[in-house]
């Protein structure tokens, strides 16, 4: 894997020019990554930042693999013991930033990783289940080839990625993204939600603080 060196890298966590594929993290933000998360968080946002650019010009399917290996290597946490609160939902900078995460901040993460590596928001969908072993709820990635599609599962449980017709350890509930809000089936997206009827204020918390961050 290929390192760049600090003056060269400017991460950008929304852009619309996917298709340039270069990816880097300026200075300061480094800098800043390091004052309030140590050397070793610094790094891994340059291992990050290599990652994206050594898989760039890879399949969708590859992408999706190597970046659900990627974060599923950070060790999961819950939110009371990572950050103190019942429920937070971490940015990517955060949950690389403290080495550990609850679901969502996986989900979050890879989420973000893969749009920046230009898969189109109506294929990547925030989807919460029923974990039905451990009884409660969770939240999963899912990627839809077509809208039609038998959704592909990204999971920190679950390290390979299947086919969610074969995960019946999970009951689908719901899917959203930066657009729409789903009815999640294991075939396809359900009828759309309308907008309201599902609280996700903890999203719209997440879009501002990013974007707070990129200041």
């Known amino acids: 894997m ?11 966590l929304f852009t619309n020019a ?6 880097s993290i300026d200075n300061k ?15 891994r946002m ?16 590859e992408k999706l693999k190597i970046i659900n290996d990627f974060f599923n290597k950070i060790e999961y946490s819950s939110d009371e013991k990572a950050w103190m609160k019942k429920d ?29 590596l230009g898969i189109p928001i109506e294929r990547l969908y925030l989807t919460y289940v029923k974990a039905i072993k451990y009884r409660q709820s969770h939240m999963v990635l899912t990627y839809y080839k077509t809208k039609d599609s038998v959704p592909l599962v990204l ?8 086919p969610a017709t074969s995960r019946t350890d999970l009951r689908p509930l719901f899917s959203f993204n930066g657009e729409k809000i789903y009815m999640a089936k294991q075939r396809g997206l359900g009828k759309v939600i309308p907008q309201g009827k599902i609280n996700l204020s903890k999203w719209s918390d997440l879009v501002l603080k990013i974007k707070k ?3």
């Open 2 to 12: 290929i390192f760049f060196t600090k003056a060269t890298l400017l991460l950008i």
């Open 18 to 23: 996917y298709a340039d594929y270069v990816y």
């Open 29 to 43: 933000t480094l800098q800043f990554i390091n004052k309030e998360y140590g050397v070793n968080a610094e790094k």
């Open 46 to 61: 340059i291992n990050l930042v290599s990652l994206l650019n050594d898989v760039a010009k890879q399949n969708e399917v």
């Open 88 to 116: 937070y939902w971490a940015s990517r900078e955060e949950f690389l930033g403290i080495d550990e995460g609850d679901c969502e901040d996986y989900v979050i993460a890879k989420y973000f990783s893969l749009r920046q």
């Open 155 to 162: 999971d920190n449980i679950v390290q390979v990625i299947e």
């Open 213 to 215: 961050e990129k200041k």
